[in-house]
């Protein structure tokens, strides 16, 4: 929406000021959500791959929104324009916010960007722990330039595919619910990751000589819990601030609209953190703290999609739903897909989302509704599919390239030796360094470790016993 | 008192060294040295839980003292810490003495038992 800002104060220019100032809020609120994912995903590697799995996360931020700007966004535009009958293809028009931002062109890149990143962000957690960073740069390139970018455009903005006004939503005579991008952003993520772990192996060890898994405990619960709770608080943004129009241009409070869309999203995750942790304790013996955190993710994915459509109810009974097959489900994808997803995306961003995209027209609200629940059903359907088939072709395809350009896996050398070192040359918990042997080097005196030890022309003493 | 050097070294239950530690006070060894520490012996194997995968835990965290003494005799402070540190179940740990050589202190230079 673009604005143009009247020189008289009135209504208007109070509400745009009101409401992208909340739109702003709202995009560091999603921001913060890398910090979420960083954490969820540092906590659940192993200590020698920390610094790599935070890397591969400042990477989709950084990378991406370069790309997301000079590209992605207009790629999203061009995407809406060719799947909407009577819409021209305008590729200069898909590039206006760079050239013709007006008011507020930028702020509104701004709030497409943060889900951008999102969505980019999910699959590093199912790829971590042994994927090249080189063939991980290219794919974080590829999901913010052309895979996620044309989902928004078929389904949101009033064009595109799935929109009542793209050639299935015409056809059907009902639009696609998706509000703030259960299945355009997190389904995304969590389908393009669960691709990438099947393409690039599982990690070694994962699986014994006969097939069955073996478990990789990850290094700190603590890490794991907190960004789940730092995501959780990032959500808010996420979901609440979709609901982007507060005040109207009429100066009508949108109260009524903010308040559904805040109660379901606390009711889902709420849901289905309790339902992860009573399977968690039925299946386990003891409720477990790494499925109660999946399983709150779950619930809140569940209801992304969802939460100004539903009842208050249907928002407890996604999130309910979502959270009870978290642990099945990972165990599915483990045990009969034998695909290691090291964080769960699938489970937590990828089927989540579509089963409570998908359950929309059923826990409807009064007057959400258009036409049939069957309709707006098959709707759901063909929406969910339409977003899967495309995100797993096109991760299959850039993953694919990926491997024949870089090679999508590290040595099993350096896989040993863990990704920090062999990628990055770091450690993230290093420990004794100081200043031991540092000023010996050139000296020549001995040095700490008792290794070779050079003098000044360079030639090498045996052990250290110099001159 | 002697001129020999004892090296006390005891592996306890982690949540029984502020127990040992007060034993140690009480029989004039207040000195050690304590590191964490994983090991094996007569305590059964714990199971793991990761993601609904179980593993075996076998290595259990334990503290490890070390405790040089001279002046106090060693078979006094092996008894203070098996008093200590016991609970009666397997895992409770071992003692054990070993003889040391020579020791110096750092800051005074000075060896032998006066060091300890």
Known sequence: MSVALPLQAGIEAISSGVNYVWILVVCFLIFFM??????????????????????????????????????????????????????????????????????????????????????????????????????????????TAVIYPAMPGIAWGGTGLLSSNGFIGDALGVGYFDFAGATVVHMCGGLAGLVGAKMVGARAGRFDSNGDSQAIPGHSMLLAVLGTLFLAFGWYGFNVGTQATVLTAEG???????????????????????????????????????????????????????????????????????????????????????????CGVFVVHGSSGAIGTILIPVFAAPGVLSAGVGTHLAMQVIGVAVIGIWTVLASIVVFGIADALFGLRVSDAEEEEGLDSSEHGISAYPEFVGDSGAGSRSSGAVSADGGRVETDGGVATDGGDNE | MSDEIKLVMAYIRPDKLSDVKQGLAEVGAPSLTVTNVSGRGSQPAKTGQWRGEEYSVDLHQKVKIECVVADIPADEVAEAICAAAKTDEKGDGKVFVLPVDEAYQIRTGKTGPEAV
Request: charge should be negative; avoid cysteine.
């Open chain 1, 34 to 143: 890398q910090t979420g994912f960083a954490l969820l995903e540092a906590g659940q590697v192993r200590a020698k791959n920390v610094g790599n799995v935070l890397m591969k996360n400042m990477t989709d931020w950084v990378v991406g929104v370069l790309v997301f700007f000079i590209f992605g966004a207009a790629f999203s535009a061009m995407i809406g324009q060719l799947t909407t009958p009577g819409l021209a293809f305008d590729p200069a028009g898909a590039f206006g916010y760079i050239t013709d931002p007006g008011a507020a062109g930028w702020i509104d890149w701004f709030f497409g960007a943060v889900f951008a990143m999102t969505a980019a962000t999910i699959v590093s957690g199912a790829v971590a722990e042994r994927m090249n960073f080189t063939a991980y740069v290219f794919v974080a390139v590829a999901m």
């Open chain 1, 252 to 342: 009508e409070f949108m109260g009524a609209a903010l308040g559904r869309v805040v109660l379901n999203t606390t009711l889902g995750m709420g849901a289905g953190g309790v339902a992860a942790m009573v399977v968690s304790a039925a299946w386990q013996g003891k409720p477990d703290p790494l499925w109660t955190a999946n399983g709150l993710l779950a619930g809140l994915v569940a209801v992304t999609g969802a939460v100004p459509h539903v009842t208050w109810w249907g928002g407890i009974l996604l999130g309910l739903i979502a959270g009870a097959l978290v642990l099945p489900t990972f165990r599915w994808v483990v045990d009969s897909l034998k695909i290691d997803d090291v």
